[in-house]
């Protein structure tokens, strides 16, 4: 199926589907208030999308900045409590 609209916003997403204009994929923080008042029906609840995972592009050279070391070192912890 070729799609008639694309973005990578998940902001018109969410907008895109309050307003009727299909489904997409959104995480359930986003759509929780929706769901909860009746604007938004979750379809497919037992599929999930595969995991994935983010991943850091350090700049060049063999220096890493101390804000881009902080920034990562933070960004673990954050996901992974027992990393710190």
Do not use: C
């Amino acid at each position: 199926m070729k799609a008639r609209l694309s973005t990578d916003s998940p902001g018109a997403l969410h907008a895109l589907v309050a307003g009727g204009a299909g489904i997409t994929v959104l995480t359930a923080e986003q759509v929780a208030d929706d769901l909860k008042r009746g604007r938004l029906q979750q379809v497919l609840a037992e599929w999930t999308l595969p995991g994935g995972g983010i991943f850091v592009v350090y700049p060049p050279g063999r220096h890493i900045p101390a804000n881009v070391r902080a920034f990562v070192d933070f960004y673990r912890a954050s996901q992974n409590p027992a990393v710190r």
